[in-house]
């Protein structure tokens, strides 16, 4: 009986723990694969995403400083006493950054100062729009000026779609390699088969093997121009600002020949000039601090040439063709002296379209670059078939003659 009763309970054992083993087993399979592919795919996707949006968040969180600076304003509060009033909140969206300038102000100094301490708060281009606002004690005025540079960051995240990280960081450089491999191994093996068959005979095809180091050449310096551009784009104002630290007058002088960039220059030069004008400020120093504005020392330096051409006498329209090689800005600055518009509302059309054409050529250029990549590759991977298929071909002939 006792012996009868064990081998039930060994039974029902077995059978217990078969029905364990067969419901662990799917759930394991399934466990496995979302650890060994499922996360890893979110992670990556995660960190594309955090990449490509990472300059976003950062105009963003400079959209975000310039409404409390508004804020504080209406209500009669200096700039800085509304920022260490919202850095007393401790609210995270605020960033560190925005603890360490409000830390500054506290310790004594203007904003003006403190931006200049943490210069990676806010992009290069807005702080020193706001510092001229500062100088001239009208910040009000500057803040529009502000929120239109901020836009910009639109464009640079629709280019850095079209550079399609993915692709320029994974994929592209995956191709050269292949077809190193190809070159070294599989060819030189169908060079010798070929040889058996046929002595003395070359290979059919091989010119179009000859043009294809040369495009992959040409591919690997497009790649590489890609991945400079994707990896200027995510280091935003701290990679840029390091790279003028080191490399200065180049970068400066690279970033004005870029038809984009130089005329979102001059529009932010001839809204900062227009807006000091309507001020009362005299001619040379709305001249200086507009250049200023932009950040760019080669603008710095062809304002303080038009300062000194306004110093000898010569016509603010004539010292400001120095800022701009095409005369346009000269024309439309002479027919606002003729009519009683302000500066800046005469000057509005032409910052309207300076704004346009600068967002066309950025998308233009990013689009051209990658198509002409995915054509280049297409021509290299095309060139490779013919020649494989042509050789595959010649060696099925001839082995079916022998």
């Not at 403190?114 to 281009?125: D, G, N, Q």
Request: proline letters at 5%; charged letters at 15%.
């Amino acid at each position: 009986m006792n012996a009868f009763l064990a081998q039930n309970v060994l039974d029902l054992l077995v059978d217990t723990v078969g029905e364990l083993v067969s419901m662990v087993s799917p759930l394991g399979a399934i466990v496995g694969w979302l650890l060994l592919w499922l996360l890893p795919i979110l992670g990556f996707s995660y960190s594309i995403y955090y990449l490509v949006s990472l300059p976003m968040r950062r105009r963003e969180r400079a959209r975000l400083f310039l409404d409390l600076i508004e804020t504080g304003l209406k209500r009669g509060q200096s700039p800085e006493q509304t920022i260490v009033a919202a850095a007393a909140s401790k609210d995270p969206i605020l960033g560190v950054r925005f603890q360490m300038l409000a830390a500054h102000i506290e310790n004594g100094l203007r904003l003006d100062q403190a931006l200049e301490k943490v210069p990676r708060f806010l992009p290069p281009e807005t702080a020193a729009i706001l510092k001229t606002g500062l100088a001239i004690g009208d910040l009000p005025r500057v803040l529009p000026t502000c929120r239109k540079q901020l836009k910009d960051g639109l464009s640079q995240a629709r280019g850095a779609l079209n550079y399609v990280l993915v692709m320029v960081f994974m994929v592209m450089p995956a191709f050269p390699f292949f077809f190193f491999v190809v070159w070294v191994w599989v060819i030189p093996r169908f060079q010798d088969i070929y040889q058996d068959m046929l002595p003395g005979t070359a290979l059919p095809g091989a010119w179009l093997f000859h043009w294809v180091p040369r495009l992959i050449c040409l591919q690997i310096g497009l790649t590489l121009l890609l991945q400079v551009l994707a990896v200027c784009y995510v280091g935003g104002p701290r990679l840029t600002g390091w790279i003028k630290n080191w490399v200065y007058p180049f970068t400066d002088g690279l970033v004005w020949r870029l038809p984009w960039r130089r005329k979102r220059m001059q529009r932010d030069f001839s809204a900062m000039l227009g807006l000091l004008l309507d001020t009362g400020l005299s001619e040379a120093k709305a001249v200086q601090l507009a250049a200023n504005s932009t950040a760019n020392r080669l603008v710095e330096e062809r304002a303080q040439e038009a300062c000194a051409a306004l110093a000898e006498g010569t016509p603010l329209v004539q010292a400001v063709q120095r800022m701009d090689d095409t005369g346009e800005l000269a024309w439309r600055l002479g027919n606002v002296a003729r009519s009683r518009r302000g500066f800046l509302a005469g000057l509005a059309g032409w910052i309207e379209a300076l704004d346009a054409k600068a967002f066309q050529q950025e998308q233009a250029t990013a689009q051209l670059l990658t198509t002409g990549l995915i054509l280049l590759n297409g021509l290299v991977v095309g060139s490779f078939a013919v020649g494989v298929f042509m050789i595959l071909t010649t060696l099925i002939t001839e082995g079916a003659l022998w």
